[in-house]
């Protein structure tokens, strides 16, 4: 198994910049691709970005292409998430998640180990 904890959100106006960073102990980190997810209030879970278990291959939700950037440090156990342009639409709790590196890493039921989530907030 694996445990995993972000950090990094907060309180940011639009146009901003924040930095999700997603720490996993346990299992070896680069035994799992890793996600992040969000959900806002009344709405679905949905995927934002992920990547393989190397970093050698990543994929981005539309709504966030050329603003986020996904990324991860496997000597340091961390993924990240790299939030640019941010838009008061991006407010939501964001999850981060991870997926045995043997699963298809874009099938979203392959992620069974889940953080608690880190708030993030745009104003406008």
């Known amino acids: 198994q694996v445990q995993l904890v972000e950090s990094g959100g907060g309180l940011v106006q639009a146009g901003g910049s924040l930095r999700l960073s997603c720490a996993a102990s346990g299992r070896a980190f680069s035994d799992y691709h890793m996600g992040w997810f969000r959900q806002a209030p009344g709405k679905e879970r949905e995927v934002v970005a992920l990547i393989s278990w190397s970093g050698g291959r990543d994929r981005y939700a539309d709504f966030v292409k050329g603003r986020f950037s996904i990324s991860r440090d496997n000597a340091k156990n961390t993924v990240y998430l790299q939030m640019n342009s941010l838009k008061p639409e991006d407010t939501a709790v964001y999850y981060c998640?991870?997926?045995?590196?043997?699963?298809?890493?874009?099938?979203?039921?392959?992620?069974?180990?889940w953080g608690q989530g880190t708030q993030v907030t745009v104003s406008s």
């Open positions: 998640a991870a997926a045995s590196s043997g699963q298809n890493m874009g099938v979203i039921g392959a992620y069974s180990y």
